[in-house]
């Protein structure tokens, strides 16, 4: 594998960083670069002015919107656009629920459905987790009774991140409790506007919300908004989570952060002992290293037509790793500016004001998508045979 780029590289990497310099809105940029993550209009702002450039679906066949880029050009993208100072797209629309339809979906549902997510009018969800089933998806309880036209939801879901701002949630449901927990599972599409449906806030521990609890109660679907057939949930869901797992490893946005570290360490005073800090930043940038070279392997093999395997967990596991490694060095290294003052003006360096809040949302990557624990065990099974 060569990593040098191409001199047609190169151009396009000037193509999309000139792009990136005339486009990012300052608002987006300044929430970014003080480490604040950005609310429903800002980010949904962002994602149309993506989808208008036709580059919010860059993953994509050209035959559905993708603009046919090689991984390499992917890959150049995505750093280009953290290190404007963009954040990453939701991928709940863009990298689950887009390759599940255009893979499992009928031709209605592609046109129906694709559309608004290549435009980034349309925000989704991703109603899998229950109170009782999250590691243990399979035993989730959600019931959707098929009466004539419709199914009627029953259920509850939890840990739904951005339900508060979704139009569609895309939601596991059991149809079928006289099979084998993984047959009975099906795979819908919700209108969340639909009635009976409540949304409750879950607040998490930087202060945000994030998450929410969803209540079904008599929610009335379509029977046209089943993707695939009854029973073929399971199958569905498998394919989604190694989609999210991949994009959960967040190279360009974890190189951003160093970057952040390391500007905000170079205006230290004298008398802060650099060297010190220099060493750590140092021993995350290796690894980050060999993660990005990893992650680039693992997507370059799809251009070559190979599904995205149990790599997926592995990035999974070294990219949120990572994730925490590098908000632990800022908070430790930032030292009283890290604490969580409530003040109005910055203390010293503001990227080190942020610090704590990113540290503490950050606890929850190696649970979400799969927990680490859980990748371990994918990992042992399929590589080793345990
Ligand atoms: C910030 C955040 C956002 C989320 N967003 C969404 C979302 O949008 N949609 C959605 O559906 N879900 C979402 N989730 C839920 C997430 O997928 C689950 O939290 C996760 O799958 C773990 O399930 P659980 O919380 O029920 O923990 P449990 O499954 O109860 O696990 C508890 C602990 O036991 C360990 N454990 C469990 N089983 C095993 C085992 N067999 N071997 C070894 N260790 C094990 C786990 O690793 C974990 O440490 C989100 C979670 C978080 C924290």
Redesign the pocket.
């Known amino acids: 594998m060569n990593l040098e780029f191409s001199d047609e590289e190169l151009a396009f990497r000037e193509t999309i960083r000139q792009w990136m310099k005339a486009n990012v809105p300052d608002d987006l940029r300044r929430c970014t670069a003080r480490g604040a993550m950005p609310g429903k209009e800002m980010q949904q702002r962002w994602e149309r002015l993506l989808g208008k450039q036709g580059w919010l679906t860059v993953t994509w066949p050209e035959q559905y919107g993708g603009p046919g880029w090689t991984a390499t050009q992917r890959y150049i993208f995505d750093l280009e656009r953290a290190s404007a100072g963009a954040p990453p797209t939701s991928p ?1 629309g863009v990298a689950m629920v887009g390759p599940v339809l255009y893979t499992f979906g009928s031709a209605e549902q592609k046109d129906r459905w694709l559309p608004g997510i290549r435009s980034g009018e349309m925000l989704w ?5 229950e109170p009782n ?5 399979a035993s989730l309880k959600t019931r959707a009774e098929r009466h004539d036209d419709h199914y009627l939801v029953n259920g509850q ?6 339900a508060h701002w979704a139009d569609m949630m895309f939601c596991l449901v059991r149809t079928d409790s006289t099979v084998k927990q993984q047959q009975g599972i099906s795979f819908l599409l919700i209108d969340m506007k639909t009635s009976g449906i409540e949304v409750r806030p879950i607040y ?1 521990i930087d202060g945000h919300h ?2 929410n609890e969803v209540y079904f109660t008599d929610v009335k679907v379509p029977v046209e908004n089943l993707v695939g057939t009854e029973g073929m949930g399971w199958t569905i869901a498998k394919f989604l989570l190694t989609h999210e797992r991949t994009t959960i490893a967040g190279v360009a946005d974890t190189q951003n952060e160093i970057n952040r570290l390391k500007a905000a360490l170079a205006a230290m005073p004298d008398n802060y002992d650099k060297h010190q800090a220099a060493r750590r930043v140092a021993a995350l940038e290796i690894d980050l290293m060999a993660l990005e070279y990893t992650n680039f392997r693992t997507v370059a093999a799809t251009d070559e037509g190979k599904p995205f395997g149990p790599e997926s967990s592995g990035l999974k596991i070294k990219g949120t790793e990572l994730q925490q490694s590098v908000s632990q060095a800022m908070v430790e290294l930032g030292e009283l500016m890290s604490l969580p003052w409530d003040n109005e003006e910055p203390i010293g360096n503001e990227v080190f004001n942020r610090a704590s809040r990113r540290y503490n949302f950050l606890r ?1 990557c190696t ?8 990748q371990k ?1 994918v990992l042992a099974k399929m590589l080793l045979g345990l």
Do not use: M, P, R, V
């Open positions: 709940f969800c991703q109603g899998y987790s089933a999250g590691s243990d998806l879901k939890i840990w739904t991140t951005q998490s994030h998450l929850a649970i979400y998508g799969g927990s680490n624990e859980i065990n």
